[in-house]
Each structure stands twice: as structure tokens, then as C-alpha cells.
């Protein structure tokens, strides 16, 4: 037999895609709804759950539930790590910093090539447009190469960080790994997503003419709200070329 919370949720999406209820708009209470449909609460919640897992809705703490407006995509630049400066432009967009500093472990330290223990320091870029974030950057550099007055006043590094650039002296070499995944609890918090969403998850080393890792950076992007663009140039096979 067909669960009754299912019901609800085919109820409650025809209502939305059908425009009856418009994006940003917020639903009636859950008690107004489990009345109206004439359930308990936790049947209700539950069909509320599925709407939240296909991205049609989402409950901000303290308001209730909103149907989700239609995510305008924005787009990431590969290679050189940046967004479009048109979407980082954009008079809605802002980005907020957050720096700390803590000692490298296990992971950290093994993406810096630093010892455990090492002092190194994290900023973490919230970017958003409008309401919900449409990406999560956690820088992380070490200690001896950190800007003066990074610590001090994370602004200084706005223009940078809302673009998701380097926050340190341009780089001699970039490498990214990309992958698409379901989130961290903790990324999906950050991001207001569901913990079933579809996230593109980049890790990027820059490195200096040494070979010193001079930033990582981890850089989450729900799924729906980005899109990736790699552009390679003037590639050259060596095994020819040495030929």
C-alpha cells in the first residue's frame, strides 16, 4: 500500500510546478498542513522531507518552509580556479570570509606536503546570490605565506575570494581534481542543500616555480547551481616533439 506521506508530496510538487504556489513563497505551517491533509505531524514532515530532497523546497530555521526559487547558474573557469567575472560581478552577489588558524593534520597536511602539526592557516569564502549560496571555498595556506593583515581583516581579500582566485601571489602551476558526489552533514548545512543532493567537488593545489604548495583549496558546488568549464591550450605531445 502506498505510503500516505507519498501522496502528500505529489500533492504538494503539482501544486508547485503548476505555479500555485510561486517560488519564494512560503508554505502554510506544518500543523496548518498536517490539519489540512488531515495527518499527524511526522507523516507530514516526512512528505516535506522528499520535497526538500528534490530541491523544490527548503526550511529556513526560525520561518518555515519556502519553495526554492530557480537557482540561476553561475559558471567556474578551470585551470586558473576563478568564477565568470560576470557572475562574481553581479550586484547580488557577496561573499563572506572567515580566517583561522590551526595546526595541519592528517589530510591538510598530506595536500600542503607539510609536516603534521605545521601552522597553517584556513579561510572559508561563502559565496551567495541573493538567498541561498551557490558555493563553499576552504582555503587553506601555510602560516609563512600568508599576506600581512590576512588574519587581521579578511575584506582585504574580498575582491579575490569572491571570484573563488588565489588569496596568496599568483601561481606557477595549478592542479584540479574534480569529482560529483552527495556532500559532507556539514556542506549541506553551509549550503542549504539536501544530504541526498548532487554536489561538483574540486580540489585545487597551486604550487610555486620550487614545487611548494602555496594554497589548497577545496572548492563544493551544488550541482544545480554551477557549471565547469576546462579549456586547454596549444597542448604539445612530448613524445613527438622529442621525436
Known amino acids: 500500500m502506498r505510503s500516505r506521506h507519498l501522496d502528500i508530496a505529489d500533492d504538494l510538487r503539482q501544486q508547485i510546478t503548476a505555479d500555485r504556489i510561486l517560488p519564494g513563497e512560503r508554505l502554510p505551517s506544518e500543523a ?28 529556513i530555521h526560525g520561518k ?57 592557516v584556513e579561510f572559508t569564502c561563502l559565496s551567495r546570490e541573493g538567498e541561498p549560496p551557490h558555493g563553499l571555498a576552504r582555503v587553506y595556506m601555510p602560516h609563512d605565506l600568508v599576506p600581512p ?18 588569496l596568496g601571489p599568483p601561481p606557477t602551476a595549478v592542479r584540479e581534481t574534480v569529482s560529483a558526489g552527495l556532500p559532507t552533514p556539514d556542506e549541506a548545512s553551509v549550503l542549504r542543500i539536501g544530504i ?3 554536489v561538483l567537488s574540486i580540489t585545487r593545489i597551486a604550487t610555486d616555480s620550487a614545487g611548494r604548495v602555496i594554497e589548497a583549496t577545496l572548492l563544493t558546488f551544488p550541482g ?12 604539445i605531445d612530448e613524445r613527438q616533439s622529442k621525436g
Open 149 to 166: 593583515g590576512a588574519l587581521d581583516d579578511a575584506s582585504t581579500f574580498r575582491e579575490a575570494a569572491t571570484r573563488f582566485a588565489f
Open 64 to 120: 518555515g518552509n519556502f519553495v526554492r526559487r530557480p537557482p540561476r547558474k553561475i559558471m567556474y573557469i578551470g585551470g586558473w580556479g576563478v568564477l565568470d567575472p560576470w557572475t562574481a560581478a553581479e550586484p547580488d552577489s557577496r561573499v563572506t570570509i572567515r580566517s583561522t588558524a590551526l595546526q595541519a593534520q592528517a589530510h591538510l597536511a598530506a595536500l600542503l606536503k607539510v609536516p603534521t602539526g605545521s601552522p597553517i
Open 196 to 198: 541526498a543532493s548532487v
Open 224 to 235: 544545480d547551481r554551477v557549471d565547469a568549464v576546462f579549456t586547454t591550450h596549444n597542448v
Open 32 to 59: 496548518a498542513l498536517a490539519d489540512r491533509y488531515r495527518v499527524s505531524t511526522v507523516t507530514l514532515r516526512r512528505a516535506l522531507a522528499v520535497l526538500q530532497r528534490e530541491g523544490l523546497i527548503e526550511k
